[in-house]
Structure formats: C-alpha cells, structure tokens
Nanobody
Framework: QVQLVESGGGLVQAGGSLRLSCVAS????????MGWYRQSPGKQRESVAR???????NYADSVKGRFTISRDNAKNAVYLQMNSLKPEDTAVYYC???????????????WGQGTQVTVSS
C-alpha cells in the first residue's frame, strides 16, 4: 500500500506565502509523475503544478510565476511553494502521484487526503 500525506495548508492574507509538502510512503519502486491539484467548492479539480517527465514541469497558467514545485527524490517528497497568494487560490490542495510498486510493471494513481488553503482578502 502507498500513502500520500500532505501538510502545510492554512490561512494566509492575500499577498502572503505558504509551502505545501507531500511525502509518499509504502511500497514504492518508482514515482513516475507527482504533483499538486486543487479543488474549490463548486468547481472541478484542476492541475496546479506537476513533474511530468524527469525534471519537466507543468504549471497552470493561473499560478505561473507565483508557485514553484520542487521535490526530494530521496524522501519521495514533493513541495509547492506558493507566493503572492490571491483569494482565488483558496481551495483544497491534493497531492497526486503515479507510483510503480515493487514486483509490478503497472503504476497506480494515488491521492492524498487534501490540505485546505484559505487566502483572505
């Protein structure tokens, strides 16, 4: 089994910063894709920032220049540094990873439990 555990959410004023962390644990042979999604009430879950292949990253247009994704492969961790936060960034942020377990060629998609980010105006 694999678990993704997020931390770092909270309440911040507009213009402030937060750093989200996500650590994967369990039966992990390799992590193929890892990143962050978010979901606001009444909206679909959307991709925020991801490592898509090697060191290649993909950002939502709405966060480019403000958010930075990074990772620590030794810790199976991914981080999201969020600067210049806006009220519209308010959402539950989810960590997502495509993980290949040992003794299998098939990768499985995993989600964290989510962490609330609230940006006040």
């Amino acid at each position: 089994q694999v678990q993704l555990v997020e931390s770092g959410g909270g309440l911040v004023q507009a213009g402030g910063s937060l750093r989200l962390s996500c650590v994967a644990s369990g039966d992990i042979f390799s992590i193929n894709v890892m990143g962050w999604y978010r979901q606001s009430p009444g909206k679909q879950r959307e991709s925020v920032a991801r490592f898509i292949s090697g060191d290649s990253t993909n950002y939502a247009d709405s966060v480019k220049g403000r958010f930075t994704i990074s990772r620590d492969n030794a810790k199976n961790a991914v981080y999201l540094q969020m600067n210049s936060l806006k009220p519209e960034d308010t959402a539950v942020y989810y960590c997502n990873a495509l993980i290949q377990p040992s003794r299998s060629w098939i990768s499985n998609n995993y989600w964290g439990q989510g962490t609330q980010v609230t940006v006040s105006s």
